[in-house]
């Protein structure tokens, strides 16, 4: 086999400029969910129609995943990861004009359908630059750009919406989609030897369906995170929430490079498995956090927790994949994931309003556990490409 050297390079120039592009992308969406609620607040709106913020954003990402991926597959990437950017700058950019909580909802909706198109593009292209025997490591590292985004953008975004409301928020949101969109510009795309059909069957992966499946589990909890923490913490007299954010920073960024190796080196169990503990532990912590100081020790659990079955997961879900579906592999497990949060979030904004959020966020809890049993059951034999290589 001829794949070291240049072929197996995972710190190229394309691989960079794509994290960067990533990067820039999840902070213009992370800056809205969790500014979002707050705002709708002030305007009357209850936890029921909190849920929705995030849920009618997944639900058309959902709708607009599958068909991305297929034209991905079958067009090519960069004219339709270019046009994604910018509708979702200018979706983004709609949220400073009209403040008006029906409106607010259907702008929501129109800003999932440019996410979904991004998200998944940018994925795919990323999943063409990475070496196949280090497709973990380098699935990893490209997953902590959309942490680090996580970790830096709410908290920036909730600091200058507390200073001057929506607008600087928007202004943040659509200014880095506009770098992103310059970046976007400057890579080198992979040309796609064998296009796909457009056929129904093809929209969405065979073999990522399963860790799709697993995937929405922890995806629910995230949904619900995203969508009642700064909430949580304000009912729990709990300032500078902020800080949530930046220890989750530190968990991902300390635990991203090494996730990926050892998923690479030995296999998915090992890594997958305590990360759906931590992310359930963390959640019981939540539960009952009422300082400043547990809030960012849950972080930290959280972060780590999550990093692991996140990565691993996708790894799962498009290492396999051949270079002309890997639109509808990537497709396939954002469809998981979108569905995870929407059901999460609509779930949680329910059982606030009968349990409060420290009943939610504890019946959140057992869901990583199902997930791993998901995995147990059905997908422990699977295997990275890195191991079947070494093996056959």
């Known amino acids: 086999m001829t794949g070291t050297g240049k072929a197996q390079t995972l710190w190229t120039k394309d691989f960079v400029l794509i994290a960067a592009v990533n990067f820039l992308i999840f902070c213009s969406w992370q800056a809205l969910p969790f500014v979002l609620p707050v705002y709708l607040q002030e305007l009357g709106a209850d936890d029921v129609v909190l849920g929705w913020v995030t849920a009618i954003t997944t639900i058309s990402a959902l709708l607009v995943r599958p068909f991305c991926g297929i034209i991905l597959d079958r067009f090519g990437r960069k004219g339709i990861f270019l046009a994604g950017i910018a509708f979702m700058g200018l979706a983004s950019a709609t949220f400073a004009f009209i403040p008006v909580i029906g409106i607010i909802l259907a702008m929501r909706f129109v800003h999932g359908l440019a996410w979904g198109i991004t ?66 510009c400057l890579l080198r795309y992979r040309p796609i030897e064998k296009k796909a059909t457009l056929r129904l069957e093809s929209m969405l992966n065979r073999a990522s369906i399963l860790p799709a499946a697993i995937m929405f589990f922890l995806a629910a909890c995230y949904g619900s995170l995203v969508t009642f923490l700064a909430v949580h913490a304000a009912a729990q007299g709990v300032e500078n929430v902020g800080l949530f954010f930046t220890a989750y920073a530190v968990a991902v960024a300390l635990s991203r490079p090494f996730l990926g190796r050892f998923v690479d080196r030995k296999g998915y ?53 051949a270079p002309e579906h890997r639109g509808a592999a990537n497709a396939t497990f ?59």
């Not at 795919?124 to 630059?129: G, L, M, N, Y």
């Not at 902590?144 to 928007?170: D, K, M, R, W």
């Not at 956090?289 to 996708?314: E, K, M, R, W």
């Open 119 to 184: 998200s998944t593009s940018s994925s795919t292209v990323a999943s063409d630059i990475i070496p196949p025997k280090r497709f973990g490591e380098g699935m990893g590292l490209f997953a902590l750009s959309a942490s680090l985004a996580f970790a830096i953008a709410p908290g920036v975004a909730l600091e200058s919406f507390n200073v001057g409301g929506i607008v600087p928020v928007v202004a943040i949101s659509v200014g880095a989609l506009a770098v992103a969109f310059v970046f976007a």
């Open 269 to 321: 169990a090992i890594v997958l498995l305590p990360g759906a503990l931590l992310v359930a532990a963390a959640l019981v912590l939540l539960s009952q956090a009422d300082s400043l100081p547990l809030f960012i020790f849950t972080a930290l659990l959280y972060g780590l927790g999550f990093a692991a079955c996140h990565s691993t997961l996708q790894t799962m879900a498009v290492a396999d994949a």
């Open 334 to 392: 954002l469809v998981g994931f979108d569905c995870g949060i929407g059901a999460g979030s609509l779930v949680a904004g329910a059982l606030a309003t009968v349990a409060g959020y420290a009943g939610m966020y504890l019946c959140f809890a057992v869901l990583p556990l199902v997930a791993a049993a998901a995995f147990l059951t059905f997908a422990r034999k699977r295997k990275p490409p890195s191991l079947k290589e070494t093996s056959g």
